[in-house]
């Protein structure tokens, strides 16, 4: 059997949506379908990919890499399909969480203001998510872009929120404040992450737990308890686990959500869509 782009679409599916059900779901065929075709891929290269478990499903390291390079080939799958059909289309990357709880709203709102343009999300890799490397033509991202290739709008402005396993003694409560974390161990994104010590004040700085790379890594951490996450509210709208919690952090300052593109490159569509998202979170800060 010689894999394809179907094995690879299944894969990042369970990858983003956590388990084979809701993969199933997403990619619309059974998850029986979803775990043959997953159980082929693993048998062709001879490798376990996924963990199985009752409620939900885990990467291994093999499988966490295969995912990252995997989103570039349907990336530029995607790409050579749309240049040879002619079709007019808007790769939109992201690295945790594309807008959070505006992506539905993001995306319908599109549709129907821009009827003769696709707006393709792609979940990319590194500090831009995919756009240094050119899979994408724009990018969402929550820490200030390098100066000199980018050009950046700020679009919204979105609460700090903590995440922690449910049995933490944190989980009876409703709010956190950044003095809490004081005597706790923080997660460190050292790739597209939001979050250091260095967000704290000198007297309550907490220590770095552990260095992750992905969201999928940075769950795991939490999960097994090795330490505290801080991280963006869009990750709770579009990352829920079994067993992790995320509660507001009440006095944190909040994250900037920029729309970064290419210098130059600042087209008619681009420009669409920094003025669909600013509407977005505009009436989001009016409720």
Do not use: K, N
Not at 1 to 16: D, G, K, P, Q
Not at 185 to 205: F, I, M, N
Not at 225 to 249: C, D, F, M, N, P
Not at 270 to 278: H, S
């Amino acid at each position: 059997m010689a894999w394809e782009l179907r094995h690879i679409r299944t894969l990042v599916a369970i990858a983003e949506a956590g388990s084979f059900t809701d993969a199933a779901i997403a990619l619309g065929i059974s998850q029986a379908q979803v775990s043959r075709t997953l159980g082929a891929l693993e048998q062709h290269w001879d490798v376990r990919l996924v963990r199985r478990g009752p409620r939900e499903a885990a990467l291994t390291a093999q499988g966490q890499q295969a995912v990252r390079r995997g989103r570039h080939l349907l990336a530029l799958a995607e790409q050579m399909e749309a240049e040879t059909r002619g079709q007019q289309r808007l790769r939109l990357g992201y690295a945790w969480a594309a807008v959070g709880r505006h992506t539905r709203a993001m995306q319908r709102s599109w549709v129907e203001r821009q009827p003769g343009v696709a707006l393709t999300l792609i979940r990319g890799t590194g500090p831009l998510a995919g756009l240094s490397e050119g899979l994408v033509d724009a990018a969402i991202v929550r820490t200030p872009p390098p100066q000199g290739r980018f050009d950046s709008a700020l679009v919204g402005l979105e609460r700090r929120v903590a995440s922690f396993p449910a049995e933490d003694p944190w989980a009876s409560r409703r709010r956190l404040r950044m003095a809490d974390f004081t005597d706790r161990a923080v997660l460190v994104d050292s790739q597209s992450g939001t979050t250091s010590p260095a967000l704290w004040p000198a007297e309550q700085r907490p220590d770095t737990a552990a260095e992750v790379d992905s969201v999928d890594a940075w769950l795991d951490a939490i999960t097994a308890g090795v330490g505290i996450g801080v991280s963006s509210e869009a990750t709770a709208h579009q990352h829920q686990r079994a067993g992790v919690l995320y509660r507001v952090i009440s006095d944190a300052p909040p994250v900037q959500v920029r729309l970064v593109w290419h210098r130059g490159e600042h087209s008619q569509t681009i420009a669409a869509l920094q003025r669909l998202l600013t509407e977005l979170y505009a009436e989001s800060d009016q409720h």
